[in-house]
């Protein structure tokens, strides 16, 4: 059974930092990724990394970094300079196959975390 639980998420002052976590049982995975849904809005990709390194949302390069522990079959989400407008549902999502920033591509979620950035 294929589970993907993600841990670090909370309320932080802007300018502050947090660090997501999660950690996939079950299999392995090419592809691990974020997405994000604010209030109102829609999921939107945030990051996802492969072998081949990482890529990001435009309005997160610079600031958020992600990283992936191939032997703990774990990615992170290092949250830098965080903004106000970071403030949503923060989700872990996996893939077995190429890069990709469409949620629909990615078979296996987590249950998402919170995270809540004050001005």
């Known amino acids: 059974q294929v589970q993907l639980v993600e841990s670090g998420g909370g309320l932080v002052q802007a300018g502050g930092s947090l660090r997501l976590s999660c950690a996939a049982s079950?299999?392995?995975?090419?592809?691990m990724g974020w997405f994000r849904q604010a209030p109102g809005k829609e999921r939107e990709f945030v990051a996802a990394i492969t072998w081949n390194g990482g890529r990001y949302v435009d309005s997160v390069k610079g600031r958020f970094t992600i990283s992936r522990e191939y032997v703990k079959n774990t990615v992170h989400l290092q949250m830098n300079n965080l903004k106000p407008e970071d403030t949503a549902v923060y989700y872990c999502?996996?893939?077995?196959?190429?890069?990709?920033?469409?949620?629909?591509?990615?078979?296996?979620w987590g249950q998402g975390t919170q995270v809540t950035v004050s001005s």
């Open positions: 999502a996996a893939r077995s196959g190429p890069p990709s920033m469409v949620d629909a591509d990615f078979g296996s």
């Open positions: 079950g299999r392995t995975f090419s592809t």
